[in-house]
């Protein structure tokens, strides 16, 4: 199993940006980033493909356009702009598969938590 741990996450006000990071134990592995806002369903935001050459991003309305997934060797990113207060929910990184479907993830992070005030 790949170990994967997030950094990155915080306090900030509406408006701002952040840089979330996942290290993963492994290189050139298929990557993603979901979102768990409490007592919500845990929601997709964006995977790259191994080697970075291929991004899929949620359609969702209210993240289109401000999130932008990227990779560097075995370190993964979510630059998140605009940031609003419905974007707070704990971040996970995972690996091992690709596309927005959680359970078809093997690894998983311990998350790290943005919090967006207005």
């Known amino acids: 199993q790949v170990r994967l741990v997030e950094s990155g996450g915080g306090s900030v006000e509406a408006g701002d940006s952040l840089r979330l990071s996942c290290v993963a134990s492994?290189?050139?592995?298929?990557m993603a980033w979901f979102r768990q806002a409490p007592e919500k369903e845990r929601e997709f935001v964006a995977s790259?493909?191994?080697?970075?050459?291929?991004?899929f991003y949620s359609d969702s309305p209210s993240m289109k356009g401000r999130f932008t997934i990227s990779r560097a060797k075995n370190t993964l990113y979510l630059a998140m702009d605009n940031l609003k207060p419905e974007d707070t929910a704990v971040y996970y990184c995972?690996?091992?598969?690709?596309?927005?479907?959680?359970?078809?993830?093997?690894?998983w992070g311990q998350g790290t938590q943005v919090t967006v005030s207005s």
């Open positions: 492994v290189p050139l592995i298929a």
């Open positions: 995972a690996a091992g598969a690709s596309g927005d479907y959680a359970p078809g993830y093997s690894s």
């Open positions: 790259i493909s191994y080697n970075g050459g291929s991004t």
